[in-house]
């Protein structure tokens, strides 16, 4: 199978006690951003799953739907990572907005297939094609977006005198930024590409939220860098 396995990936024999279904819907959240909706096979999902093909349409009609509720699967499981993380834990609405993009940041690490998201690499490739894929891919982005309103809004009437500003379209906002950083890392092969926006989307919301920017890190090497072409 081609791809790559996330480091932190449960035992083989651990995954092969869980549901063949299961199995199936844990493996296309990392073959799927590894290889792409269109470079992943039934096969390929069948073989990193050790499952047969007759099992994988017993539980899914098609690859489509297969990648449906893969999206709803990526949907259930980073929401219970993003209720759970410590950003939630500050008082004021601005240091609560600001540790969500600290949080982002400090997720990219790893090889790109293993930072980058799932539906934001299903819906550049079907958005088109695929109505059915596009819609989870929407509901998922747009439903996490949602969870930052309510704090993106307390954060603009505490401390910007901005007006005018809508919190769901800023919301929405951090999404795309977080996205396009992922589609410029995929093609520069760089996560500090990816990083350098996310800083970027961090000192904008500083800008907006009235609060002073945070003083960039010194002692850190300067590396240069080849891109893969």
Known sequence: MRGHARPD???LTAQRTATARDRILAVALDVIRAQGYAGTTVDDLC???HVTKGAFFHHFASKEQLAVEAA???SETTSALFAAAP???AVDPRDRVL??????AALLKGTVPEFTCLVGTLVQE???SS???RDACARCITAHAGTLEADIAAALAAGSRRAGIDARSLALHTQAVLQGAFVVAKATQDVADAAASVAHLRRYLEMLFDRPPKPPRRGRPTTTRKVKR
Do not use: T
């Open 126 to 128: 079907v958005h088109e």
């Open 72 to 74: 709803e699967h990526w």
């Open 87 to 89: 950003y939630h834990e």
């Open 9 to 11: 990936a449960p035992p």
């Open 99 to 104: 540790a969500y993009v600290d949080f982002r």
């Open 47 to 49: 073989a990193a799953a």
């Open 131 to 133: 109505p059915a894929i």
